[in-house]
């Protein structure tokens, strides 16, 4: 059952730009003024000399600025990149402890890792650097509040993981 509820979750996740795609009737009209043809919504012909579909008003629509695109290292970032490392590494040496006074790893990835202190320092380290990785390309291809909600999903879990070791010393 969870499995299922993942799986319609993560195509939900993964249908919402088709959501987004479709033609906006503006761009249809002005393309209709280039060629010369009619308009299918109205059924009047255009004239290209008007610049008018004829039955259609015109409303110019005035685009809100674009935000200037910030560096990826900004402020913000180096930030939150440091309170990912900081709580990876506390996760780091608290699961180490419990796992030297005969506890269990309950993460079924980071479990992989925990028969030796270099793997388990291997499993946090590359969870910080795919934390920034994952965030960089999202820097990159424009998505920047993904970029920004990246490591404050992996602060929260790695905080919970942190309270969760704490109490079960």
């Known amino acids: ?8 979750i993560v195509l939900l996740l993964l249908s919402v730009p088709a959501f987004a795609q479709g033609i906006s009737l503006a761009n249809l009209n002005d393309g209709l003024l280039n060629s010369g043809t009619t308009n299918p919504v109205s059924g009047n012909a255009a004239s290209s000399d008007a610049g008018v579909l004829a039955g259609s008003p015109v409303v110019p629509v005035s685009l809100p600025e674009a935000p200037a695109q910030h560096r990826f290292w900004d402020t913000e970032n180096r930030a939150l990149f ?9 996760d780091f040496a608290l699961t180490r402890s419990i796992l030297q006074s005969g506890g269990k790893e309950l993460n079924p990835v980071t479990r992989f890792f925990s028969g030796s202190t270099a793997g388990l320092a291997v499993n946090f380290a590359g969870e910080t650097a795919g934390v920034i990785g994952l965030s960089y390309l999202f820097h990159k291809t424009g998505h920047h509040r993904l970029e920004r909600v990246t490591p404050m999903l992996d602060i929260g879990a790695s905080g919970f993981a942190v309270i969760y070791d704490l109490n079960h010393r």
């Open 1 to 8: 059952m969870l499995w299922r509820s993942m799986g319609l």
């Open 82 to 90: 440091t309170t990912v490392a900081v709580l990876s590494a506390a």
